[in-house]
């Protein structure tokens, strides 16, 4: 049996994929840090805590396979592939992103990586999702669609509306509930009336699972998984991943939890569990870490140089390609 | 030139451009074994297949951004909403997300995808009647189109469906059992121009859709009075030709704008203001559906409604107060 991409074997090939999603993770990290930094930073939902989620499906995707995510962008955005650089010029809005500053952190795509975008209004890339899936399935290209929304989508009507053509049309689309716990400030429970969010597909037998997102080998495993079924023809999947938001809702919103509580959510730090775990299976050279560390430090320093030298777009852009 | 039903002229459109464009696939309740609520996809399904004719669930706002996705990923879609007054519920996939995709993706992405509508009150009460077409033109990214008879269906359809998009298409209950010609071979309409149905010197009636035929039977009854109504039909509500309004009203000096959605707001708003920009001495007013929902009684539907009379009253009502010095504004 072929092992399916995101779930690596006990091997010298694991090891290097484990180091790769720890880095990646630790990208992700510090580049949204990069990013609070900046002068002017913007109006932005941090990834933070939500790390294993990006890099874990991203790991189980191939190139030709569509993304969709919700605005919460940013870690799906560099996961994958997006070079650091342009994203953080998109998302202070200049010329040199991908978007040419016009989609932000809410909106940006980068179709030719497998990035088919982000999306600002809560659910509202459930539909398209299954769209660009239906594409897929008529053009016969053998693509998965694969499409993140958070807990806040699920209260959502057209997540019902989605989820019944996806069953009734067979689409190649897994949908990826990210839990993290709360729709701005309202928590779950206080939202949503199934007390598990699996249950949401349940009448439309599509096959569920709920997973640790906090753990990004389970993440990728998992993914890899529904996502090998559906391209072998089996339908939609809809998988929830349960993670912890670390930061307030945006960088502008208030914190509404308690200190005690968010103690409790670093516990869940999907870089501290996955350093502490990589560690506890042998990989204790403290010169491994720190090479890694610096590597990445070095790539959002040079992402860093690169969005303060882009270019403002000029005012007339604004008109362009209406 | 062939006499044909509205329905068939969109039909004939639809068929022959699926012909053309092996990637077009239509969506939308009840249009496929049934043939459309107005019979307008009738036969498709059978010529087409299951796979590129789906009927859906009644679920309007997947509909749309299910439309706009498999457009952005290499399709062609056209969704039909089976009333304007439903289209509220894809309004967030359209405006949102189909409208702005080209945008805000710089140019990477685009929604290559026609939203049919069926506008108009016909009996049917205060959600099956509503002429919304207004705040679509308020969208910067959406095309809106509202042909009035089977040839300009034809051909405007049938540019729609080769545009990059998105493109709302708004046809109306009161048309359907309407016939007229198409050309017998292939014609397309360009969007975004108007067409004049009548000429005349002494005002010009300005209207869409269904109320461009109540307009030019308004200009006949005109006629016997001994005035000349020029009478353009938009055919296009965004973009607006300009030119052609522009240089009708040069030469009436007169302007009233008809429709049949409110006018607070609406396409006679605009048209009207449109053109005082451009022609500042022009006088001109407005008429529309009165501040009110539509009725489901005949009685309250046609109090509510312009008809002919209405706009004759309303041009003669222009005329008069142009003559006397007075303020026209409808």
């Known amino acids: ?322 | 030139m062939s006499k044909v039903f509205f329905r068939e002229a969109l039909a004939r459109a639809i068929s022959e451009e699926m012909e053309r464009e092996p990637r077009l696939f239509l969506l939308g309740q009840d249009i496929a074994g049934h043939g459309g609520s107005y019979a307008e996809t009738r036969g498709l399904f059978e010529r087409f297949g299951p796979a590129r004719v789906r009927n859906t669930p009644v679920a309007e706002a997947m509909t749309v951004g299910f439309a706009a996705g498999a457009a952005a990923a290499g399709l062609r879609a056209m969704a039909f909403i089976t009333y304007l007054d439903f289209l509220m519920l894809g309004l967030d996939a359209l405006v949102n997300y189909a409208a702005k995709l080209r945008f805000k993706s710089a140019g990477q992405l685009t929604a290559p995808i026609v939203v049919k509508a069926t506008a108009g009150a016909k009996g049917q009460g205060p959600t099956h009647a509503q002429s919304i077409e207004s705040w679509l033109m308020n969208v910067p990214g959406l095309t809106v189109l509202a042909p009035s008879n089977p040839g300009d269906a034809y051909g405007l359809l049938k540019t729609a469906l080769r545009a990059p998009g998105p493109v709302v298409f708004i046809d109306h209950k009161k048309l359907f059992p309407q016939g007229g010609v198409v050309p017998e071979r292939e014609e397309l309409i360009p969007i975004g121009s108007a067409a004049v149905r009548r000429a005349g010197r002494h005002l010009t009636l300005v209207a869409h859709s269904y109320m461009s035929v109540l307009a030019l039977e308004a200009a006949k009854l005109l006629a016997a009075q001994g005035i000349e109504a020029e009478v353009i039909d938009l055919r296009s509500l965004w973009p607006i030709d300009w030119e052609a309004l522009t240089g009708s009203v040069r030469h009436t000096g007169h302007l009233l704008t008809v429709e049949e959605g409110q006018v607070v707001c609406g396409v006679g708003a605009e048209i009207a203001f449109g053109l005082r920009e451009r022609v500042p001495e022009l006088r001109v007013a407005r008429l529309g559906a009165r501040r009110a929902p539509v009725a489901a009684s005949p009685v309250l539907e046609a109090y509510t409604i312009p008809d002919a009379q209405a706009i004759v009253g309303a041009a003669h009502e222009l005329l008069r107060r142009a003559a006397n010095g007075q303020s026209t504004n409808g």
Not at chain 1, 68 to 74: E, F, Q
Not at chain 1, 112 to 118: N, V
């Open chain 1, 1 to 322: 049996m072929v092992a399916a991409a995101g779930s690596p074997s006990h091997d010298r090939g694991d090891y290097v994929e484990r180091m790769r999603r720890f880095k990646s993770m630790l990208l992700l990290r510090s580049f949204e840090a990069a990013l609070l930094r900046q002068a002017k930073p913007g109006f932005q939902l941090l990834s933070r805590g939500e790390e294993a989620v990006a890099v874990g499906v991203c790991a189980a995707l191939e190139r030709r396979d569509p993304l969709l995510c919700s605005g919460r962008s940013i870690g799906t955005a560099l996961a994958r592939g997006m070079a650091p650089g342009p994203l953080l010029a998109e998302l202070i809005g200049k010329d040199g992103g991908p978007n040419r500053g016009r989609a932000g952190r809410a909106h940006v795509s980068m179709p030719s990586i497998g990035f088919f975008g982000a999306h600002g209004v809560v659910g509202g890339n459930l539909p398209v999702a299954a769209g660009v899936a239906f594409a897929q399935q008529q053009l016969a290209t053998g693509a998965v669609t694969c499409c993140l929304f958070g807990d806040g989508a699920c209260g959502a009507g057209v997540l019902h509306e989605t989820l019944n053509i996806a069953a009734l049309w067979h689409l190649p689309l897994v949908l990826i509930c990210t839990n993290n716990g709360y729709a701005v400030s309202t928590p779950v429970h206080e939202a949503l009336a199934p007390v598990r969010l699996t249950d949401l597909a349940a009448p439309y037998r599509i096959p569920t699972a709920s997973i640790d997102g906090a753990d990004v080998d389970a993440v990728a495993g998992h993914t890899a998984q529904s996502v090998a079924d559906t391209r072998a023809g089996r339908g939609p999947c809809f998988l929830e991943l349960r993670c912890e938001r670390l930061a307030t809702h945006s960088n502008l919103t208030r914190e509404e939890r308690a200190a005690a509580e968010l103690d409790r959510l670093h516990e869940r730090d999907p870089l501290l569990l996955y350093e502490r775990r990589l560690r506890s299976e042998g990989l204790q050279e403290d010169a491994l870490w720190s090479q890694m560390r610096a590597e990445v430090e070095r790539e959002v320093d040079a992402a860093e140089r690169f969005a303060e030298a882009a270019a403002w777009p000029d005012g007339e852009q604004a008109l362009l390609d209406v």
